[in-house]
């Protein structure tokens, strides 16, 4: 069976204007400094039944059609898409940061479940009339998908979301991370629970052998498999041409293993997920590999997936405003203070225990396919249907500006918050000026800034009074126009004159931007780095590396 | 409609299981100095109901099922996979080259079209018995087929061959892309006229209409479209986020002229190529952009759309030993010996002209596809179809060896054959010994030659006797492990000393590697470069450009 010549010009012209709109609108809000996923997500309703369906039915239906062939295709590329998403966000997790932050991920994942599931299950359960349930025998059944529903999380959105925002490979974004990872795990794990309590639940494995197995698999991969990836990459890179081998066994290792969790019942992402952190963490994968995937995934692909959500459903029909108020509502409150409360145990301030709290917030599409499960098998109303989609649109939407609210407000940064593998360069530079425009251009790259006004800033400070501080270290700084304080780290093994008090030359160069109006935020930052370096003994061996990279890791965990 | 757990489950391990196998016989043929195309062909042919589907029935059919949800999703995949891997090969196409060459380009292609085309008709209708065909309505339109059948060429494989040869921007490369991007065309447009002679041919365009409307877009493109995408490529790079921006922009434009073609009655393909072809030429698209989407999806994709070729048919089944001799005859003979006559009758040389006409030989998919319809309709038996497809097969396979064997022979390289606008590079080097360690990195990983060997070469033969020459123009050269001559050239602004007998620095620096064995190849290459800088004036007037990327060209059209 194959696409025609008519199903193929309409595939090929859906998929051009998924990619537009979500290009236009997420570059609208890059430009208002809020996420691009928040413009995919809001593309996907333009294109999707609630706008364009009203208000161009015959344009939309050409463009959408119900035809089962587009339709398949078009499923076949979200689900590529989004397992491609899942296995970059998963390139981006740095196992060690997780491992040390592990109660408190697993607090803020245990809590995060937990209290909305207890909210959205007593609700149900209380008010089963409510919503439409009359069969005395459903209800615990009910009660108990209402609690899943609640405390289900979307692991995809709020990857992207912590890669737009930047903050992925900082503390907060690895617990966030972590936590949605243990959390989409008893998510699917519980929901497939209900599904065989309907005997609906698909394949032959019985519920024990599928823990067993997910668990095994999870465990394999992140103890052994990591072991066995650092092992054979080195082989890959030297015997395959390169880069395609390597992009090709990380795909191939990622379909696989997503198929193997599509198998036993927990979704393909998870799979995907997992391969992503097993071979992120090797040391052997090179930028110019990760950067290939994570602009051709990100920019091709994840958009398709996030316009696709909005695509699924009329938001309108169906509205019950107040069934959609109740239902936002616990989940907001569920999740935010679940979430909130066990950071906040597992020693998080309380400012940072809100940023996990809304950013374990957001329900994406996640919600949807369990929606829609639970719509197919006749467990849930429309108008039901309909509030979980509002629920899961908005709390995707909301999350990712109430977080950057939080952390403009936020002034207790500290050093390991700011510094990022990805902003650290091992430089020949001859002189002084041409480190810190490398620097200065790596950092304006990332965050969009002018690059020679930049370059200018740093330079007049730097003619002011020089930087060097002592014991290898030079900190030139400036106030720029960033949302939260960034770093970029370059080393020199030869060492660079900065004019130090001790007359050594600096090997470690720490560029340091804060935001404009947080003047003390500088100062503080300014005196933990110069305290970093007070030992002349540690930071010796800090510089005489062989691994360069670890320089980033070892002040992080000084 | 969406794709079940179980569904998706399959999906997911053949699409893991194509890459690997095409990874795998990829790699071993690239290590027997072969195209990865040809193991990636072979490795469809082993996974495909020819050899798994014999040797393990049971293992082939939860693979690769029937079910048309995952028949679709898949055919969906290898659309977009096409679709791509065309739009890169246009990104190569330098339109200048092809335009100087367009008479020799025609003739082969003009004349590997009528050629076979001729024989196939003449063969069907003299012996239309032998082919089933009994109905003498149907001896006219079979005949058509058959000329078309055996004139038809596949881009996709050319293109990919040229590309695993190193031979995409080559003078021979382009001549071929050119005289298979017209026999594409013309291919395509007799056999949507055979499919309304039959009354098949779908669509609601007239037969004039669509060549009107195929030649309108195709001279649109490439004469406004192309200043157009040269005047708004430098404010998407400066207004949107960078490389994304211009990522989506390809492939959104590729996507929706595919659909566009597809649309006409031309296949998707035609219109992704000429897309390529469009924004390929723009002096705005940085190298960085292009290296990811040609990595992504010569990797990914491209690999799976190979692969699937050799699934779609058993090569044994409906097998009759003499029709397969005489089919393959046909389309060889007629195909080689026609864009031979072409090519030389267009002023190539006696081997350039028979490693044109095996370049273009290539059927591909095209002609399973065009096949697959033939089929369809009821046109042609399956043992017709079986032939068509072996023949596709065997000409896919065969034209890269071939066209190696001829081109190692070949002696008569000229400058113009081996510059290379990916090889060139903007150095600001120190020294001598940088410049060269710059060039020679980048040939030995284009070329997979051990840099250290290679630069101690390069330099022990500097040392015997500095190669600067005069008029700023300097040629280190060397012996190494290549099939045929490489040339990269750096571009100095300030100028290095090679101790050239005019004193003056040089400032164009090409460094030149022949075959081990060519010594009369080496010295004659070099008197020509030599001969190229002779004349002050306009060596002065070349080096003193503001675009030091259009030196290449310049000495190409010399």
Redesign the interface.
């Given at each position: 069976?194959?696409?025609?010549?008519?199903q193929?010009?309409?595939?090929?012209?859906s998929?051009?204007i998924m990619?537009?709109m979500?290009?236009l609108l997420g570059?609208l809000f890059?430009k208002l400094k809020q996420p691009?996923i928040i413009g995919e997500i809001l593309a996907g309703i333009i294109l999707g039944p609630t706008v364009l369906g009203v208000l161009m039915p015959g344009f939309s239906a050409w463009l959408f059609p119900k035809t089962?062939?587009i339709?398949?295709?078009?499923?076949?590329?979200f689900?590529?898409a989004v397992?491609m998403l899942l296995l970059v966000s998963g390139l981006e997790v740095d196992l060690a940061v997780v491992v040390r932050q592990s109660k408190t991920a697993f607090l803020t994942s245990f809590m995060g479940i937990i209290f909305p599931f207890a909210l959205g299950f007593a609700l149900a359960y209380m008010y089963p009339n409510y919503f439409g349930i009359n069969d005395e025998k459903m209800r615990l059944i009910f009660s108990l998908f209402m609690g899943t529903a609640m405390s289900i999380s979307a692991l995809p959105v709020i990857a992207r979301t912590l890669m737009d925002l930047n903050l992925i490979r900082t503390e907060i974004g690895l617990i966030i991370l972590a936590a949605a990872m243990f959390g989409d795990l008893a998510g699917w794990i519980i929901f497939s629970l209900i599904l065989s309590m309907m005997g609906a639940g698909?394949?032959t494995l019985g519920f024990s052998d599928k823990i067993l197995l997910i668990l095994g698999f999870t465990l394999f991969m992140l103890l052994i498999g990591r072991k066995i990836v650092n092992k054979i990459f080195p082989y890959i890179q030297k015997?395959?041409?390169h880069?395609?081998?390597v992009?090709?066994?990380i795909?191939?290792?990622?379909?696989?293993c997503?198929?193997f969790t599509?198998?036993i019942?927990v979704h393909?992402i998870f799979g995907a997920f997992i391969v992503g952190i097993t071979i992120g963490d090797t040391a052997h994968l090179r930028e110019k590999t990760r950067?290939?995937?994570h602009?051709?995934v990100?920019?091709?692909f994840a958009?398709l997936f996030f316009v696709s959500i909005g695509l699924r459903v009329n938001l309108l029909t169906n509205f019950d405003p107040l069934l959609v108020l109740i239902v936002v509502f616990i989940a907001f409150t569920g999740k935010v203070i679940g979430c909130g409360l066990g950071a906040y145990w597992g020693n998080m301030s309380r400012r940072d225990s809100l940023v996990i709290g809304f950013g374990m917030n957001s329900r994406g599409a996640m919600e949807i396919i369990l929606g829609l499960l639970a719509l197919q098998f006749g467990l849930i109303q429309d108008k039901v249907f309909v509030a979980l989609v509002i629920m899961a649109v908005f709390t995707s939407l909301i999350s990712a500006p109430v977080m950057n609210y939080f952390l403009k407000g936020r002034m207790d940064f500290s050093l390991r918050d700011i510094l990022d593998r990805q902003m650290f360069i091992i430089s020949s530079a001859p002189d002084k000026d041409s480190v810190i425009r490398e620097m200065v251009s790596l950092a304006a790259?990332k965050y969009?800034i002018d690059e020679e006004t930049l370059f200018q800033q740093v330079k007049s400070r730097e003619e002011l009074i020089p930087t060097g501080i002592a014991n290898y270290l030079a900190v030139p700084h400036a106030k720029a126009k960033v949302s939260r304080p960034v770093a970029v780290v370059a080393f020199h093994k030869e060492g660079l004159d900065f004019e130090a008090s001790d007359k050594l030359p600096a090997k470690v160069i720490l560029l340091l931007l804060t935001p404009q109006d947080k003047s003390e935020l500088q100062l503080k930052l300014l005196a933990e780095i110069a305290n970093k370096f007070k030992d002349k003994d540690s930071v010796e061996s800090l510089i005489n590396t062989d691994k360069p990279e670890s320089i980033i890791s070892a002040l992080k965990n000084a």
């Open positions: 069976m194959r696409l025609d010549a008519e193929l010009t309409v595939f090929l012209t998929i051009s990619l537009l979500a290009r570059e890059i691009a089962p062939e339709q398949v295709a078009m499923d076949g590329i689900s590529l397992i698909g394949g015997y395959f041409v880069p395609g081998g992009l090709n066994f795909f191939i290792l990622g379909f696989l997503a198929a599509e198998f019942g393909a950067e290939i995937i602009q051709f990100t920019n091709i958009p790259k969009n």
